[in-house]
Structure formats: structure tokens, C-alpha cells
């Protein structure tokens, strides 16, 4: 009995044998030449490549596009608090009052501190075009040359991108 079963052991495993060579000549397994495979490996690091720099270009743009959003928005509300900052100016014989419209504009300017929005400083600065609005200049021998002397309306910006210009005065 031991030859027979001796048989069988090796009739399963030529069985065996056979089934691993009919995957082998279906693709499974089977040999690539080098030449293939390099074409494959430089298409597939193409191909990560390409994700990559997707994935960077959807970012750029998202945050582009959140910014431009959120710069929108603000330019509409800025005037709110250009009045509220009149409002805490003005003189007042009620000085509860004052201090609840200096409160809001404290916790106006906190929200915009959250969201990234900054002022652009101003007096005693170089005039810059890109960050300021002359709207007229004066002689002043203690300024310097493009110094801004006064500031009219404050400006805003997120990150390099500015939401709204200052309006100054600009010396020499």
C-alpha cells in the first residue's frame, strides 16, 4: 500500500505542478522582460508624480479660492467697522455705551484676527503702492521722504493679498 500511496502523493503533486503552470501561462506570475518592466516602473512614477503635483496644484487653488472668498466678504463688512471705530471715537457723556461699541469693535477685529485679516500698518511707515492710496501729500522737514504722515481710512490684507488699500497722507 505504501507504493500506492507513494502514487498518489505524486500524481497530486504533478496535478499540483500543472495547475501552478496554467496560472503561470495565464499572466499570473509569469516573467516580464526587464525592458517591459522599466516602461512600467517609469510610467507608474510618471503617473505618482503627476498625483503629486495635482494634489499641491488643488491645494494652491483651494486656498486661493477660500482667500478670495473670504477677502469678498470682508470688503463688504469693513465699513461696519469703520463706523463702529467712529462711533467709539465720539465723544459721549454715556460712558457704559462707549464701552459696549469699543467691546464689539474689539470682537469685531478678534474675528477678523481668527480668519487671517490683518491691518496694514500705516503712519510712520515708507509709502508702498501696493499696500497704500496717497490721496495728498504735505512738506514736513521732520518726515521723511514717502513717509506717511496720517492715515484716512485703514487698509486690510490676508496674508500678501490685500482686501482694501489705506488711504494716507504721504510727506515729502
Known amino acids: 500500500m505504501s507504493e500506492e500511496n507513494n502514487e498518489e502523493i505524486e500524481k497530486n503533486e504533478i496535478q499540483e505542478q500543472q495547475e501552478d503552470n496554467k496560472e503561470n501561462k495565464n499572466g499570473n506570475g509569469e516573467m516580464v522582460p526587464k525592458q517591459e518592466y522599466d516602461e512600467l516602473e517609469d510610467r507608474y512614477k510618471r503617473i505618482l508624480a503627476e498625483f503629486e503635483n495635482f494634489k499641491k496644484r488643488s491645494s494652491k487653488e483651494r486656498e486661493g479660492l477660500y482667500n478670495s472668498i473670504l477677502s469678498d466678504i ?38 477678523l484676527a481668527s480668519k487671517g485679516i490683518e491691518e496694514i500698518k500705516t503712519v510712520g511707515e515708507t509709502f508702498d503702492p501696493e499696500l497704500h492710496e496717497a ?27 490685500v482686501v482694501r488699500h489705506s488711504m494716507v497722507v504721504v510727506a515729502n
Open 74 to 111: 470682508v470688503e463688504v463688512i469693513l465699513p461696519v467697522l469703520d463706523n463702529l471705530e467712529n462711533a467709539a471715537k465720539a465723544e459721549t457723556q454715556d460712558e457704559e455705551y462707549k464701552k459696549g461699541v469699543e467691546l464689539v469693535q474689539k470682537q469685531f477685529k478678534d474675528v
Open 135 to 161: 490721496v495728498s501729500s504735505i512738506q514736513d522737514d521732520n518726515l521723511g521722504v514717502q513717509e506717511i504722515a496720517q492715515e484716512y481710512r485703514k487698509g486690510y490684507k490676508i496674508g500678501n493679498r
